[in-house]
């Protein structure tokens, strides 16, 4: 869905360091280079099998990329060009200009990622959006390929949130690899789904002279279709948003479309942006489950605007969760933050079958409807993507969990670390800790109550300067990760809902909680416990302020470990050639 305005509201190596010290790692300029070769080059082969194409039957996995389709290797820059706005990302994809939303589920193509998402180039005078083209070979480096799919141009409205697939056995009549996009269109207030066909390498698509191929039956919300191959079925499945329901439908050929069933919620708002996907549980390609997410607002279970999801399974006609054969059973969140929307997943086809069912990848959009509008940033609005996540089905707790860490491929972006070991954190002390002097940055921590003068909570401070910071930490007593923003930059001038702090389960694992943060210029992704939980929010501090500090509550916290690494910027490569 688009609307721009509104909407409803739904570790490497460490170098031992004495106590309570820290220094960057030393050692031969020799070996140095050596760790960083070997770490980019597996950094680059396991985002080269990292994201999903749709593929039709008895169709081949291609060839894994050679080296000419992998990641740029120009000397690392640490800050960004000096005529960048404040905000500007380091290492987060946005539009050059103007305005972005919902992401498009990627597809692998010619040597590169092809990703899409919802722009609009009228803003802030007109309305709609249209689909924008990237590109990439690690998701991480990324480079604009300008508009994809241009608004209203057929008579049926703004094109609006789809997905799109490669169809290698020609079951749409277009011919084989034709790559279709199936999204929804909306004119005068009327939701349709329309297709849409690329035949130079989902450059350019044109649209289909039988639009729409699923007319609206008199819904008010009726859009948003995700599309996958069901090969048990030796079918096109989608997912399609219906209000407080999901609709199931089938096809032999991404025209004609029957209805199968609907899974119904009405304690999550309006849904949108479903998906539906097979995993295997703890990586036992002999037990796998579907799941079914969607974009849901979460207030009635204490959370904001998000990504639920539930797991269950599909029989070919209906949806059935996993225990629960009514569906009510309460839903899981891929990400408990604030800001983490609109969330496509996505498998990578160059894998065994046993590895893509083991491992999957997403992307959200880092905002939210409530203040999408109002975030400090001129010379483009509407947020940023999230850095792109690895996602597994594992058993947490007894209960079948998607944990989710940054792409491997980040990693390739980390610059040499500072690091901290076994230092005591005490509420009476002011702890110095080293500082970040890169404008994004990745810090993992391991942290534990001391038992001796066990501390209730252990707080850091990002972005502090000119008297704002946010907060990220951990309730020891509550077993929760934490992310505090009311004391940020622009939180006077935001909407309550902005203020409000937003918590994830994160209980101590043998006595130690670990956070592993992504800090960029507007934004901070913390993933708790090896990805069990998940914050994202966008975060402000004062243009320039990047101050770093810990302090603990009520007691005495050991943070046992502590690596603080610089980010390269990773800049878009514009169409223009201006890099930013």
């Known amino acids: 869905m688009n609307r721009t305005h509104q909407r ?14 820290w220094r960057r790692p030393g050692g031969s300029t020799r070996v140095v280079i050596t760790i960083i070769a070997i770490a980019t080059v597996v950094a680059a082969i396991v985002a080269g099998v990292g994201i999903a194409i749709l593929l039709a039957p008895g169709s081949r996995a291609p060839e894994q990329p050679d080296a000419a389709t992998r990641a740029p290797t120009a000397a690392p820059d640490y800050t960004r060009p000096a005529e960048w706005s404040p905000y500007r990302p380091a290492v987060h994809l946005t539009p050059a200009e103007r305005w972005m939303n919902d992401p498009q589920r990627p ?6 990622w092809h990703y899409y998402y919802l722009y609009n180039a009228d803003y802030p005078e007109g309305n709609g959006t249209e689909w924008y083209h990237a590109t990439s070979t690690d998701l991480v480096h990324w480079r604009d390929e300008g508009v994809a799919i241009d608004k209203y141009e057929n008579g049926l409205g703004d094109i609006e ?36 066909v690329s035949t130079d390498g989902g450059s350019r698509f044109e649209p289909y002279d039988g639009n729409p191929v699923m007319d609206n039956p008199g819904k008010t919300h009726w859009r948003d279709p995700k599309i996958v191959w069901d090969d048990a079925r030796g079918e096109w499945l989608m997912v399609l948003a219906e209000g407080h329901r999901i609709g199931f439908y089938t096809s032999p050929d991404l025209k004609s479309w029957t209805y199968r069933s609907a899974f119904e919620r009405d304690d999550l708002g309006v849904l949108e942006c479903p998906d539906l996907f097979r ?22 279970h204490g959370m904001s605007t998000g990504t639920a999801y539930w797991t269950g399974a599909w029989d070919g006609e209906r949806f059935t969760v996993d225990g629960d054969g009514d569906g009510a059973a309460p839903p899981s969140w891929l990400d408990r933050g604030a800001d983490f929307y609109a969330t496509v997943t996505w498998e990578d086809p160059r894998l065994p079958e046993a590895e893509r069912l083991a491992s999957r990848y997403s992307i959200g959009w880092l905002n939210n409807w409530a203040y999408a509008g109002e975030l400090p940033t001129d010379d483009w609005h509407g947020g940023t993507d999230s850095v792109v996540r690895e996602l597994a089905l594992r058993s947490v707790d007894g209960r079948p969990t998607l944990v989710s860490t940054p792409v491997a491929a980040l990693a390739s972006l980390e610059g040499d670390a500072e690091l901290v ?13 080293p500082q970040p002097d890169s404008d994004a940055y990745r810090l993992r921590v391991e942290v534990a109550a001391d038992p001796g003068d066990p501390a209730s909570e252990v707080r850091f401070r990002i972005k502090e300067g000119d008297g704002a910071f946010a907060t990220v930490g951990v309730d020891f007593e509550a077993g929760t990760v934490f992310v505090a923003r009311d004391a940020d930059a622009v939180a006077a001038s935001m909407p309550p809902v902005y203020r409000d702090v937003r918590t994830a389960p994160a209980p101590a694992r043998d006595g130690v909680v670990t956070l592993d943060l992504v800090v960029d210029t507007g934004s901070v ?3 708790a416990n090896d990805g069990e939980a998940v914050l994202s929010n966008v975060v402000f501090g004062a243009p320039g302020a990047n101050g770093l500090s810990v302090e603990s509550v009520g007691g005495a916290t050991e943070l046992r470990s502590m690596r603080l690494a610089p980010l390269a910027v990773a800049a878009v490569e514009r169409a223009t050639g201006v890099r930013g």
């Open 279 to 300: 995993m295997s549980l703890d990586g036992d390609p002999a037990k796998t489950t579907w799941v079914l997410a969607a974009g849901v607002n979460g207030t009635e």
């Open 8 to 21: 409803d509201a739904p570790d490497g190596a460490a170098t031992r360091v004495r106590s309570g010290r």
């Open 525 to 527: 992704e913390v993933f």
């Open 421 to 433: 070991e076994h230092l005591r954190v005490s509420d009476a002390s002011s702890t110095p800790l």
């Open 161 to 196: 949130t789809g997905s799109a697939v490669i169809d290698t056995e020609n079951t749409a009549g277009f011919g084989a690899g034709a790559v279709i996009a199936m999204l929804t269109q909306q004119h005068e207030g009327v939701q349709r789904q329309s297709l849409f």
């Open 107 to 112: 597809i692998w193509l010619d040597g590169r």
